[in-house]
């Protein structure tokens, strides 16, 4: 296991407005693609827990909390549908992005193969026993690169917690690769002051004053994606501002 990099905890973050609009994108390119066909090898570069719960207050508020309300009429999504599928009595538990594509997975009746990282043990052992996921508890970066020409193109999710210098770098080395050996490829970023990754990508940028989210000291955030054909776009196109159509006449998010 790679040392002198810290461990990053997802578990307050989990369900904030960045999340919120990561999860959107990735169910949305997930569902489609599932749908299209009955096998899919999904990978993450830096995975966090199955589920996280959200007793006590936290980021999400500022997120999923502000949809919660308007989860009736968002469950035309399949992000949202998942999220009221699991909530049943109220809003008390929020996903990770592997647990989001397997349940769509498992809704569309599809075979997945399911391949992530990340070098925290104890993230590690929230994945132990689950028998149809491979956990590597190693780097993502070099991960992933690994199983490029080994597997079926799929998707890949680069989710780095930016703590290293050279994060920026190195997804964008992967996403490179990725690109050309064919797969989808999601990279996700939380905006600040500085701007969202460049690099020529499709991007979709949600900015959360436009629709009454908040999270902190971040402006929005960022959907990178390459590798998606003509028929894909077209329908992250169709959802994208269907979703923000909706959410801006929302005058209580």
Known sequence: MPSGRPHYDHRKHAGNAGDVWKHFILAEVADYLLSERKMLTYAESHVGYPRYNLSSSGEWEGGIARCWPHISALEVFSYFQLIRDMNHLGLVCYPGSTDIVMAIARKQCSDIDVEIWDIDPNVAASWHGD??????????FMGVLSILDRSPPGIILIDPPYIGENDIRKALNLLSHAE??????????????????????????????????????????????????????????????RFLDMAQNQKSF
């Open 180 to 241: 050309k050996a064919g797969w989808v490829v999601l990279w996700w970023q939380m905006d600040g002051k500085e701007t969202a990754p460049e690099a020529g990508l499709r991007k979709y940028t949600l900015r959360f004053s436009d629709v009454s989210l908040n999270c902190d000291r971040w402006l929005g955030a960022t959907m990178a994606v390459a590798g998606a054909d003509a028929h894909l776009i077209k329908h992250m196109e169709t959802q994208v501002h």
């Open 131 to 140: 028998s149809r996921v491979k956990f590597h508890l190693e780097d993502g």
